[in-house]
Antibody, heavy 116, light 107 residues
Framework: QVQLVQSGAEVKKPGASVKVSCKAS????????ITWVRQAPGQGLEWMGW????????NYAQKFQGRVTMTTDTSTSTAYMDLRSLKSDDTAVYYC?????????WGQGTLVTVSS | EIVLTQSPGTLSLSAGERATLSCRAS???????LAWYQQKPGQAPRLLMY???TRAIGIPDRFSGRGSGTDFTLTISRLEPEDFAVYYC????????FGGGTKVGIK
């Protein structure tokens, strides 16, 4: 069955960077893009961008341009999301999901806490 | 960016009742590219519906979707205990965006 397994919770200081991983299994990794969505505590879902696992091209939400980088390692079927210059309002659960436009499988989420 | 506004914010109903959730877009959603997700506390969202009215794999037929242009509705015909959750609409006609969510709570 399709599974997306994310890396564990992180605590970071303001100004630092965080890199979250998302390991896929149960399907051909390069057949579906990977999207990243975040959810601040008690809030709704926010689309951050997606990456083509076929050619590595990424498309980021304007809000995160210049601060986020999405990459993949096809040899391990793993996607990564790197977010820099962290601020307290980046505290959220970060999800990876399969698909570039509709998201039919999701990772379990990674809590990133930004606190001094 | 297309802004999606969901209403009501909270719906308090009993099991067996009908739930009607609304999602309104700030501009027309092209080619009916609208999806719905269900999220339970502490869990990731789950895809319920895409293309306005196509149920995802494994989604029971008590869930139905309709609408076009800027106005969309998700209906749960008879609420089961496992349906109490938060529901989000999402458009994917343009850069994807999500609505703010509707919580379906127990009355």
């Amino acid at each position: 069955q399709v599974q997306l397994v994310q890396s564990g919770a992180e605590v970071k200081k303001p100004g630092a960077s965080v890199k979250v991983s998302c390991k896929a299994s149960g399907y051909t990794f390069t057949s579906y893009g990977i999207t990243w969505v975040r959810q601040a505590p008690g809030q709704g879902l926010e689309w951050m961008g997606w990456i083509s696992t076929y050619n590595g091209n990424a498309n980021y939400a304007q809000k995160f341009q210049g601060r986020v980088t999405m990459t993949t390692d096809t040899s391990t079927s793993t996607a990564y999301m790197d977010l820099r210059s962290l601020k307290s309002d980046d505290t959220a659960v970060y999800y990876c999901a399969r698909g570039p436009i509709i998201f039919d499988s999701w990772g379990q989420g990674t809590l990133v806490t930004v606190s001094s | 960016e297309i802004v999606l506004t969901q209403s009501p914010g909270t719906l308090s109903l009993s099991a067996g009742e009908r739930a009607t959730l609304s999602c309104r877009a700030s501009q027309s959603v092209s080619s009916s590219k609208l999806a719905w997700y269900q999220q339970k506390p502490g869990q990731a969202p789950r895809l319920l519906m895409y293309g306005v009215s196509t149920r995802a794999i494994g989604i029971p037929d008590r869930f139905s979707g309709r609408g076009s242009g800027t106005d969309f509705t998700l209906t749960i015909s008879r609420l089961e205990p496992e349906d109490f959750a938060v529901y989000y609409c999402q458009q994917y006609g343009n850069s994807p965006t999500f609505g703010g969510g509707t919580k379906v709570g127990i009355k």
